[in-house]
């Protein structure tokens, strides 16, 4: 009877374990770019240059995005036009664009967490987007903190510290990398010239 006792507790102790372990959600990164010398023509300019680029958070098959709206340059908090909204997959062409996507584990609290924060986010936005406020960046570290994952800032350091995605997109990946996380990059094409991530800014 004892061994039996032992056995089941063995059991859940496992089960549990995996399932609390089993929870992963990707950072994706896309990183910003202007035409190549001599591909004007064939390349259009993308929002933000070459300091652009956009970061979302993908968790259970649904893309949350912090996105503008029709006057993006000052926040109208009371009636926002730009905010959150969820996405089935990624928008940008992961075949010939710049990007890298962070695999992150978390546990099923921090993963239902999120999920509440997507329904939540997507349904009423807390905050506007605006060029000088709360953009993608600023936007996805708030919700990242928000389950634990990074310390929660208020929104005026945030947007400081976090002003456009390779800011953050620095931080993530020596975050990964100190943790040993999953990180996987693609090339852009060459029509393009694309971020780097070297340098501080």
């Excluded at 004007?40 to 240059?49: A, D, I, M, T, V």
């Excluded at 652009?52 to 893309?63: D, F, K, M, P």
């Excluded at 960046?137 to 947007?159: C, M, Q, R, T, W």
Aim: hydrophobic fraction near 35%; charged fraction near 20%.
């Amino acid at each position: 009877m004892r061994v039996i006792a032992i056995f089941i507790s063995l059991f859940s102790f496992s089960f549990c374990f995996a399932n609390d372990s089993t929870y992963t959600i990707k950072i994706n990164f896309l990183y910003g770019s202007r035409p190549a010398k001599g591909y004007h023509e064939q390349e259009s300019k993308r929002f933000g240059g070459i300091k652009g680029g956009h970061v979302n958070i993908e968790a259970g098959g649904r893309v949350l995005d912090f996105r503008p709206g029709n006057n993006p340059l000052l926040p109208n908090n009371k009636k926002p036009s730009g905010g959150f909204s969820i996405n089935d997959s990624i928008y940008w062409n992961s075949q010939t664009d710049k990007w890298t996507a962070v695999i992150v584990p978390v546990s099923q609290e921090q993963f239902m967490t999120l999920q509440k924060l997507i329904d939540s986010f997507a349904a009423k936005t807390p905050y506007d987007y605006a060029i000088f406020g709360m953009r993608c960046a600023a936007a996805s570290y708030d919700v990242l903190s928000k389950i634990g994952l990074f310390k929660e800032y208020p929104n005026p350091k945030n947007v400081a510290t976090h002003f456009y995605p390779k800011l953050l997109r620095k931080k993530v990946l020596k975050w990964a990398e100190d943790n040993n996380y999953s990180i996987i990059s693609h090339d852009g094409r060459s029509t393009r010239k694309w971020e780097s991530d070297k340098g501080l800014l």
